[in-house]
């Protein structure tokens, strides 16, 4: 069965960086898209970055609020999606998901919280 395990969140002071990891199992994972989102407190879950297949180029898209400070990668042989995250600020603060989608059916997983504070 499909499973996403992600790790990497923790406690990072605003200007700092962390890299997410999010390893995945149960399925072709070079043949489809991945991506984050994220949930913070009292906020609905958003969409923050994705990437496409291998076979569709590895195309990124990003969420307006992180281009140019977050960077999703894909490791085909570790079967595993990145999220690095730099120059973090406080209202990055939230529970980081990452998730694919196959024959219209979602897969998350567990989550993995990032506190930005000082």
């Known amino acids: 069965q499909v499973q996403l395990v992600e790790s990497g969140g923790g406690l990072v002071q605003p200007g700092g960086s962390l890299r997410l990891s999010c390893a995945a199992s149960?399925?072709?994972?070079?043949?489809?898209?991945m991506s984050w989102y994220r949930q913070a407190p009292g906020k609905e879950r958003e969409f923050v970055a994705l990437?496409?297949?291998?076979?569709?180029?590895?195309?990124?898209t990003y969420k307006d609020s992180v281009k140019g400070r977050f960077t999703i990668s894909r490791d085909n042989i570790r079967n595993t999606v990145y999220l690095q995250m730099n120059s973090l600020k406080p209202e990055d603060t939230a529970v980081y998901y990452c998730?694919?989608?196959?024959?219209?059916?979602?897969?998350w997983g567990q989550g993995t919280q990032v506190i930005v504070s000082s």
């Open positions: 998730k694919t989608a196959m024959s219209s059916v979602s897969y």
């Open positions: 149960g399925f072709t994972f070079s043949r489809y898209p």
């Open positions: 990437i496409t297949s291998t076979g569709t180029g590895s195309i990124t």
